[in-house]
T-cell receptor, first 112, second 114 residues
Framework: DQQVKQNSPSLSVQEGRISILNCDYT??????FLWYKKYPAEGPTFLIS?????DKNEDGRFTVFLNKSAKHLSLHIVPSQPGDSAVYFC???????????FGTGTRLTIIP | DVKVTQSSRYLVKRTGEKVFLECVQD?????MFWYRQDPGLGLRLIYF???????EKGDIPEGYSVSREKKERFSLILESASTNQTSMYLC?????????????FGQGTRLTVV
């Protein structure tokens, strides 16, 4: 039972344009959401997070949007840069539970 | 900066061998995790530990065990390695009891079982 889903395995975006990565979840108890970026042969690195009390969080070029009623979150990267090419994972946790549940990942390729 | 260090980047083991993957973190985090990453399946939780000598099964614990004798160290044990355990193994740590926080990952161990 996949509680966190990333339905697009891959995405290609022109350099300088906006990249939008999507994530859906099924567990209504999730209240904290994170995005991680992963390069090949390296561990994931934390990018940005959002609590369920907010619907938007920004950090530089990265913005995460949360739509609780739709159980959907998205990561926007503007402008996209070649170094953004990586696999992006969304993750979620619920209050009082320390473990993170991850999605299957989306491979983002930025075309120069 | 938080540092999570996994003992090996690459390992090749034979079927039936007992395999130890070691992970050390330097930030006094209460929680430590072992995930495996496989193409199309994302990161799946094998085991986690919320305190010394405490452990809980994750989503795919079969064929694995863990040990946490010291707060900074969390070991994953493959009792009898099989080819379907060929994967990228990722260790993570996270502080506990302070609300929502991120987990920090090690660099990963690419294990091949032949």
């Amino acid at each position: 039972d996949q509680q966190v889903k990333q339905n697009s395995p891959s995405l290609s975006v022109q350099e300088g344009r906006i990249s939008i990565l999507n994530c859906d979840y099924t567990n209504s108890m999730f209240d904290y959401f994170l995005w991680y970026k992963k390069y090949p042969a390296e561990g994931p690195t934390f990018l940005i997070s959002i609590s369920s009390i907010k619907d938007k969080n920004e950090d530089g070029r990265f913005t995460v949007f949360l739509n609780k009623s739709a159980k959907h979150l998205s990561l926007h990267i503007v402008p996209s840069q070649p170094g953004d090419s990586a696999v992006y994972f969304c993750a979620a946790s619920d209050f009082g539970n320390e473990k993170l549940t991850f999605g299957t990942g989306t491979r983002l390729t930025i075309i120069p | 900066d938080v540092k999570v260090t996994q003992s090996s980047r690459y390992l090749v083991k034979r079927t039936g061998e007992k395999v130890f993957l070691e992970c050390v973190q330097d930030m006094d985090h209460e929680n430590m995790f072992w995930y495996r990453q496989d193409p199309g399946l994302g990161l799946r939780l094998i085991y986690f530990s919320y305190d010394v000598k405490m452990k809980e099964k994750g989503d795919i614990p079969e064929g694995y065990s863990v040990s946490r004798e010291k707060k900074e160290r969390f070991s994953l044990i493959l009792e009898s390695a099989s080819t379907n355990q060929t994967s990228m193994y990722l260790c993570a740590s996270k502080t506990g009891g302070e609300g929502d926080t991120e987990a920090f990952f090690g660099q990963g161990t690419r294990l091949t079982v032949v």
